[in-house]
């Protein structure tokens, strides 16, 4: 399977500023999404990653609140903006390639102060 | 829509022990994908299985075993002989077979003790 890099792997930041985190794969894949996953909480998928287009946000995720880029078919950046203590999850990449089952990166664990 | 419930929050066994985590799941879809990740302590999300809502055979892996059963929407997982390495969170997850977009389940907590 694809190998997922993501960064960076924690942070600690201040409520009010944004932080954008990085998925690198090392190989090219079909899809990438973004995932979030509130501390104690399942997983729930913010959007799905569109290579050269506007990602597609599930229902309760804007684009100016997380905005995601693809420019291509191994890269992905999810962006957390303006950030409160709400927004304190692990995030996570995922990939599916051709028909393999997807995998996810290690994600990133955010707290917000 | 699609739904996924893990009802049981959590399960404490004796090493050694087998232990069955529970999955009923609702789809429209009459293609789908069923999953199981494990998130051990560390918190990567490890793959375990894939079933097609095709393939109703069960699967066994190891000390791992899966009952798909399409009759009653289930998707029961089994580990057999617990370790305490098998203490983890354990999802089960749904998707279509086109969109790829994962619907997941609350998770079952396993505590494995020695």
């Known amino acids: 399977s694809a190998v997922i890099s993501q960064k960076p792997s924690r942070d600690i930041c201040q409520r009010g500023t944004s932080l954008t985190i990085q998925c690198q794969v090392d190989s090219q894949v079909t899809m990438m999404f973004w995932y979030r996953q509130q501390p104690g909480q399942s997983l729930t998928l913010i959007a799905t990653?569109?290579?050269?287009?506007?990602?597609?946000?599930e229902s309760g995720f804007v684009i100016d609140k997380f905005p995601i880029s693809r420019p291509n078919l191994t890269f992905s950046t999810l962006t957390v903006s303006n950030m409160s203590p709400e927004d304190s999850s692990i995030y996570l990449c995922s990939v599916v390639s051709g028909n393999q089952p997807q995998h996810f990166g290690d994600g990133t664990r955010l707290s917000i102060l | 829509a699609q739904k996924v419930t893990q009802a049981q929050t959590e399960i404490s066994v004796v090493e050694k022990e087998d232990v069955t985590l529970d999955c009923v799941y609702e789809t429209r879809d009459t293609t789908y994908y069923l999953f199981w990740y494990k998130q051990p302590p560390s918190g990567e999300l490890v793959f375990l299985i894939r079933r097609n809502s095709f393939d109703e055979q069960n699967e066994i892996s190891g000390r791992y075993s899966w009952n798909f059963q399409k009759s009653t929407s289930s998707f029961n997982f089994t580990i057999t002989a617990s370790q305490v390495v098998d203490s983890a969170v354990y999802f089960c997850a749904l998707s279509g077979i086109n969109d790829y977009k994962l619907s997941f389940g609350a998770g079952t907590t396993v505590t494995v003790r020695a």
């Open positions: 990653a569109n290579q050269g287009s506007e990602a597609t946000y």
